[in-house]
């Protein structure tokens, strides 16, 4: 029992959850509405897109690399696609856009892949550098703006609500986009993936130590090139949501949103150096953020506000792991020289 | 002699660069000429690139120590509209502002990128919060602020002279940015090159822990290095205040990617410990030649800028991988 | 003459034109304790990784029980029974223990999914074969180095293991941590493994090898029953000099000491500890790994301060909270560790020299006298003869022995009166040690005091005037080195 304990107050997920139990009811003493079931809703159908992402961001960090390349190819698949259809007068359902949707994002993907695995070149370069390169092929060669239509099936199917919430003092009503199923099967796929595949199982370990990785079997540069291939699918796929929620196809307003989601990994207790943090830790991190992001409004904060809070968010939670890592190490070594002693 | 040598072969990224820009300056010299090679292109070119070459300086210097400084363009921001807010109190119902105006905001610009510079550096040394997060924090913290002072509106309405002034060219032929640029980049190589500290900040870079063991005062030395970012990347909002005759929360936002790009373009090794700010400033002009270049190509969308920029960011690592393996090999 | 397990004949192997191989023949025989020795550059790495199939030969064959190869691959290797434990370990410090030791099998099985009921019956007969006890959950990162050996020993043993291969096992160990190792690798050697030991320590050659194979310049030189081997042979066959001991006499000049500790003491590392070091004098300190000897250097120099006692330099109290308090003291430490905490590896060779000292080298505002910085570099590269065509190359194109030099001269530069010197043959050459050792002395006749932190006995017994011994952060042993002998540091130092 009491090693559960210490086992719980080791890791980083209940001090993430702390904090958002602490924000959400200072919101709802405030405003009284944060709890609200349209809030809760709205809430949850902010998540879906930064959550998608996330989970991608999670495991290139995981990894022991950094992607900041995820919002600029998710634009240039999720812009091809609609544009593509539109060209085509496409009139079907949301299944296909998402199909090319998906390719797209596996072969810009696979772009990033080839370069970090089989070149070995520092992820970070890398996906600065393909990030410039998605944006040029998007705004040059596509020409893109604004798509005020998009294809029917994909209108039709971001304006379908799971279930509708309505506020029963307000009367404000919200709905529950069907994408959110999208992110939960992301969610569960990602998980069952890391945790009880060899291949997730490799992502961990080639986070701890690449050299180790190789020498046990795992196969380094094919992991690594999956993993990018993936990660380019499940941005794509939140692209495409994104477009098909805001009913509108906008070429650039998801670019620079890579820095906020890696800051709600990061919070959620991911080491940046690769290796170690959990699914469930880093949906907490990004939950912080939404939640900030999306709830200062309800106790009279204006928006404008909303950066000096995600910054200073960041700054003090990334600083409290930053001790506690310093504060963990002291203790092991000074128990461990102890024991030493002892013996 | 020796050393010759081995200068020779180090600086091959820098050859390389040199080769790029060359050949793109030959290309455009056979077709378009005449847009391309007179002296306003060049003025105007020297005018603009500044702004982030200035941000960029302060990228590199934070990542030779091995970290990197990602709130330029925030404290860039945040200074300029500060600054702005001070033009439109000194500016008179007659539009005029005292001649002691303009040094005055350029001396508190420094002092501002210093203390938000500090800020960095104390939450890298003393806090111990990985770099890259550190100053993604305090640049959204820094771009907050400005947000919660602007409710993202621009800030103009104060006098013309400032833009005018640095908008002005030194005997008609050379921009004031360009001179402002050419200070900094000075002082920067003199600092890297020719002083005491210039050298601690590479062995730092190059091991923390043996710079420790070599007595070095490594927090010092992290905090003055991210207190000159500060203020090269205020200086940089300066620029951009002229530039634009306003200040606004979100301008410059792509220059933060953009920076990082240039210094690592230049040689510079983001595990730190490496690069020269030749190597940088050969990435800027080849950048800004590039894109002033592709303009003159009015059929070409200049959109297509940045597909060159990340395309010559990875052909150079690329190539870079080739050439470092070789050597590798040989030497195994 | 028995079967041999595994025979390599006449191997060649070349780099671009260097031959790191040439017409190198071993063998080993099941269940053997077989010592590969050589300096670095030998070729002993080259020879392990043709063993284990990470390298092709160039020319010769390999025999695995019978079977003739021309060539294997890492798999073959694995298939027929060779696992290789790099110093390293190869292990995953953010995983658990259980992943750590089943990984390598479910891999090689081809497994896509994760079973962790089966992962840990796999680990647990894993470490049940050695007797280790372990938390099957632990994250290994958390674990001893010793732990972190016993799991990569453990999960070597899962496959239909034959021979083991151990890379500078001892390197990191507690004493009593080596004799645990040497006891499971007999264990081992009842279970019929063979055992490759790769060292250059000599004791430990002599104590649990049976037979050796020493590697000078790619080529055999020698090998045979270790029985048949002793300390003056083995350093020949090693370099193929023959080195002159000579012991540092030390004649008292001043009555007052340059430097004193009054019970000095760190909780939880080392106490009431109280010396004296005189100029010229080298004053040695030794103990186990765990005897709080390598905290007692780094209080001196600053880097963990003292928490009692208090220390003197030249009769004046001084408080030494960080290493630039012990530089402006005139106090320099040569570190354990060369490579991470002694050296900027990547950076010059001169301004590795210089690091220390570049505030003495600047003219006013921190600007580098440049022509200073450079006479000052070539001045220690010929004091101390550092092998290199030019002091702007980076420190890592040197050899273990000339970056010690470097190290120490840039503390010499800093013209100290006390040098801490913590293991400072480690991993050297012996040619270089003698040079080292050499300088060393002479330093000291020149006037400074010395400090040499080492666990390597006859190098303390050789170069220091008096023998401190450490045990459980206390002093247990003082004496004059001209009346010890190794039997006597070791009784207390056990």
Redesign the interface.
């Known amino acids: 029992m009491k090693n559960r304990l210490k086992k719980l107050t080791s890791r980083n997920e209940p001090y993430i959850f702390l904090v958002l139990l602490a924000v959400c009811i200072l919101i709802e003493i405030r405003s009284g509405q944060f709890f609200s079931p349209n809030n809760l809703v709205d809430i949850a159908s902010a998540m879906i897109v930064p959550g998608l992402m996330a989970i991608g961001a999670f495991m290139v960090i995981v990894s022991g690399g950094i992607d900041v390349s995820f919002p600029a190819l998710a634009s240039l698949s999720f812009y091809a696609t609609t544009k593509l259809l539109l060209d085509h007068n496409y009139q079907g359902g949301v299944v296909l856009p998402f199909l090319i949707a998906i390719g797209f994002g596996a072969l810009l993907g696979a772009f990033n892949g080839l370069f970090i695995s089989y070149f070995k070149l520092p992820t970070l370069i890398v996906t600065l550098g393909s990030s410039s390169v998605f944006k040029g092929l998007m705004q040059g060669a596509l020409n893109s703006r604004q798509l005020a239509v998009i294809p029917t099936g994909m209108r039709e199917w971001g304006k379908k609500a799971l279930f509708v919430a309505k506020n029963p003092v307000s009367g404000l009503t919200s709905r529950m986009p069907v994408a959110f199923l999208v992110f939960l099967f992301a969610l569960v796929f990602a998980f069952f993936l890391l945790r009880f595949t060899m291949f997730g199982r490799g992502i961990y370990a080639i986070g701890g130590s690449e050299v180790s990785a190789e020498r046990a079997g795992f196969r380094v540069v094919l992991t690594k090139f999956l993993l990018y291939i993936m990660v380019g699918m499940i941005a794509s796929v939140a692209g495409l949501i994104r477009v098909c929620m805001m009913q509108q196809a906008h070429p650039t307003n998801m670019l620079g949103m890579e820095m906020n989601i890696i800051a709600g990994v990061v919070l959620g207790g991911t080491a940046i150096t690769g290796g170690r943090g959990t699914l469930l830790g880093c949906m907490l991190g990004t939950l912080l953020i939404v939640i900030v992001e999306n709830s200062l409004i309800l106790i009279g904060i204006p928006t404008s506000w909303k950066s000096v809070f995600t910054g200073a968010l960041i700054i003090i939670g990334t600083g409290v792991s930053a001790y506690q890592v310093m504060h963990q190490g002291k203790t092991r070594s000074s128990k461990g020289k102890k024991q030493e002693v002892a013996q | 002699m ?2 010759k040598r ?1 200068k020779l072969v180090v600086d091959r990224h820098m050859f390389r660069l040199i080769v790029m820009i060359v050949a793109w300056m030959i290309f455009i010299a056979f077709t378009r000429f005449r847009k391309f090679y007179n002296l306003v292109n060049f003025q105007t070119m020297a005018a603009q690139f500044p702004e982030f070459g200035l941000m960029s300086l302060g990228v590199m210097l934070t990542m030779i120590t091995g970290g990197i400084d ?1 709130s330029v363009v925030g404290n860039a921001n945040l200074t300029s509209i500060l600054m702005a807010y001070l033009l439109i109190n000194m500016t008179d119902v007659a539009g005029a502002i005292p001649p002691y105006a303009i040094p005055l905001v350029f001396f508190l610009a420094i002092l501002i990128g210093a203390t938000l510079g500090i800020f960095n550096g104390l ?1 890298v040394s003393k ?4 770099p ?3 100053t ?10 400005c ?2 002072l ?3 509106n621009a800030v103009s309405k104060f006098s013309r002279t400032y833009a005018t002034t640095i908008n002005n060219r030194l005997f008609g032929l050379i921009p004031v940015q360009l001179i402002i640029f050419t200070i900094m980049a000075l002082l920067v190589w003199f600092l890297l090159s ?7 900040i ?2 730092l870079g ?2 923390a ?9 490594t927090d010092t030395l992290l905090i003055k290095t991210y207190l000159l970012s500060g203020i090269v990347a205020a200086l940089g909002g300066m620029i951009m205040l002229a530039n634009y005759n306003s200040a606004r929360a979100d301008y410059g ?1 792509v220059y933060t ?1 953009q920076c ?2 240039i210094v ?1 373009l230049g040689g510079v090794n ?1 595990v730190g ?2 690069g020269k700010i030749s190597g940088v400033i050969l990435a800027i002009v080849l950048l800004r030649m590039l894109e002033t270049g592709l303009n003159r190509f009015p059929k ?2 200049s ?9 010559v ?2 052909l150079v ?2 190539l870079n ?1 080739f050439t470092e393996n070789k050597r590798v ?2 030497k ?1 | 003459m028995g079967e041999s397990l595994l025979k390599a004949v006449n191997i060649y192997k070349s780099f671009v034109g260097v031959e790191a191989l040439k017409n190198v023949t071993f063998e080993i025989k099941p269940g053997e304790i077989h010592c590969l020795a050589g300096e670095n550059g030998s070729g002993k790495s080259t020879l392990i990784k043709i063993i284990s199939g990470v390298y092709t030969p160039d020319a010769g064959y390999m025999e695995f029980e019978g079977k003739r190869f021309s060539k294997i691959t890492p798999i073959d290797a694995i298939k027929n029974g060779i696992q290789v434990i790099y110093q390293d370990f190869s292990i995953f410090p953010n995983l658990t223990v259980m992943e750590n030791l089943a990984f390598n099998s479910e891999l090689a099985d081809r497994r896509k999914l994760v079973n962790h009921k089966r992962m840990r019956q796999i680990a647990e007969e894993a470490i049940a074969k050695i007797d280790f006890k372990v938390d099957l959950d632990a994250i290994v990162g958390n674990l001893s180095v010793a732990e972190k050996q016993m799991i990569a020993i453990s999960r070597a043993l899962i496959f239909n293991t034959k021979l083991i291969i151990m890379d500078e096992p001892t390197t990191a160990l507690t004493r009593r941590e080596v004799s645990n190792l040497f006891k499971i690798i007999l264990r081992l050697k009842e279970m019929g493994i063979a055992i490759l030991f790769v060292s250059h320590k000599l004791n430990e050659v002599f104590e649990i090898s049976e037979n050796f194979t020493i590697l000078r310049s790619g080529e055999r030189v020698a090998s045979g029953s270790t029985s048949d081997l002793d300390a003056k042979k083995f350093t020949y066959y090693m370099t193929g000099r023959e080195f002159q001991v000579h012991r540092f006499e030390y004649e008292k000049v001043k009555e007052e000491p340059i430097f004193s500790v009054d019970k000095i003491g760190i909780e939880g590392s080392f106490s009431n500890i109280s010396f004296d070091v005189h100029s010229g004098e080298i004053v040695g300190i030794t103990g186990l790994l765990d005897s709080g000897r390598t905290e007692l250097g780094l209080a001196l120099f600053g880097i963990k301060p003292i928490e009692e006692g208090e220390i003197k330099m030249r009769g004046k109290r001084i408080k030494l909270t960080n290493p630039r308090r012990a530089i402006h003291n005139k106090i320099g430490y040569l570190p354990e560790d060369r490579l991470s905490e002694g050296l900027f590896l990547s950076q010059s060779i001169g301004d590795n020299i210089v690091i220390s000292e570049i505030d003495n080298l600047s003219k006013a505002f921190g600007i580098l006298d440049r022509k200073q910085r450079r006479d000052e570099i070539k001045q220690w590269v010929k004091n101390l003869a550092i092998a290199t065509p030019n002091p702007a190359n980076a420190c890592q194109t040197l050899s273990g022995g000339n970056q010690q030099r470097v190290v120490l001269a840039k503390w010499l530069a800093c013209d100290l009166d006390l040098l801490i010197l913590n293991g400072p043959t480690v991993g050297v050459d012996i040619g270089s040690k003698h040079d080292i050792h050499s300088i060393l002395q002479d330093l000291a006749k020149r006037g400074m005091g010395l400090i040499i932190i080492s666990d390597d006995l006859p190098e303390v017994l050789e170069n220091c005037s008096r023998i401190l011994v450490l045990k459980n952060g206390q002093v247990v042993g003082d004496m004059l080195a001209s009346e010890s002998d190794e039997k006597k540091i070791l009784s207390y130092m056990m």
């Not at chain 2, 020719?194 to 601690?200: A, I, L, N, Q, S």
């Not at chain 2, 959109?303 to 395309?311: D, K, V």
């Open positions: 020796n050393k081995n990602l939450l806090a111990h919060i990985p890259i997060l550190a993604l924090g305090s640049g959204e913290l820094y771009t907050g602020i947000m919660a602007t409710k993202g020719r002083t005491v500290f210039g050298t601690k590479y062995m190059t091991s822990t043996a710079a420790k063991f070599s007595g070095l005062k936002t990617l990082v790009l690592v983001p410990g490496k070409i969308s959109y297509y800028i940045s597909l060159i920029w990340g395309g960011l990875i690592m690329v991988f090999r040989r195994g």
